[in-house]
């Protein structure tokens, strides 16, 4: 059975940080390109960030230069290190990997 739990969501002041975990099991997690998505109330769901399984990463232009996608193959895990956030990356975050979701992590930005 594969599972995708999200951690470390919460809640931050515009110009905070946070940083969002995916442990993955039931895959090989090593050999898969994994995403973070995020969707916001009343808007569809979007790609925030991806990264293949050799370390390549692809950024939404709107948080270029602020998020970070990095992965632990060794610890099955997927990470998304945000910076200067803003009241707009107000989101639920999921990860995701081949057609495999997780249940969200909820990111609140206060202004």
């Known amino acids: 059975q594969v599972r995708l739990v999200e951690s470390g969501g919460g809640w931050v002041q515009a110009g905070g940080s946070l940083r969002v975990s995916c442990t993955v099991s039931?895959?090989?997690?090593?050999?898969?390109?994994m995403g973070w998505y995020r969707q916001a109330p009343g808007k569809q769901r979007e790609l925030v960030a991806r990264?293949?399984?050799?370390?390549?990463?692809i950024y939404a232009d709107s948080v270029k230069g602020r998020f970070n996608i990095s992965r632990d193959n060794a610890k099955k895990t997927l990470y998304l290190q945000m910076n200067s956030l803003r009241p707009e990356d107000t989101a639920i975050y999921y990860c995701?990997?081949?057609?495999?979701w997780g249940q969200g992590t909820q990111v609140t930005v206060s202004s």
């Open positions: 995701q990997t081949v057609n495999f």
């Open positions: 039931g895959i090989i997690f090593s050999s898969n390109a």
């Open positions: 990264i293949t399984n050799t370390g390549s990463t």
